[in-house]
């Protein structure tokens, strides 16, 4: 994995955020409730693992791709993380979006790329 191909699913993940993918997306925050659902579709095309770390009461996921911590979402916070990178999966990153919202985002970054 180069860093040419995380700068360019970076910028199709982020292109293609929308209501549609989240209900907290915001147009002043686009990051805003993607984690799960980034998660997903980062593992889909990079491959690598799904982390998590607790953020206040919640769960933020992310991703390890080629032993490297990579966080899609992170500027939907505006204090720094705390990472803990705790082992995750698809089943818990699911639970934090839902069928359409994944299917949207999946397809909408697959046309960008």
């Not at 925050?29 to 770390?53: N, W």
Request: net charge negative; glycine share 6%; aromatic share 12%.
């Amino acid at each position: 994995m180069t860093s040419d191909d995380l700068t360019a699913f970076r910028r199709a993940l982020e292109a293609s955020w929308s209501l549609q993918s989240s209900t907290l997306w915001k147009e002043d925050r686009p990051a805003a409730g993607q984690c799960g659902v980034s998660a997903l579709v980062a593992q889909d095309h990079l491959g690598g693992e799904i982390l998590k770390t607790k953020y206040g009461s919640l769960w933020h996921f992310y991703n390890r791709i080629d032993g490297r911590r990579v966080d899609f979402t992170e500027s939907q916070f505006d204090e720094p993380i705390d990472y803990t990178d705790e082992p995750s999966n698809r089943e818990e990153a699911f639970a934090d979006t839902n069928g359409a919202q994944y299917d949207y985002l999946s397809a909408a970054v697959r046309r960008r790329l």
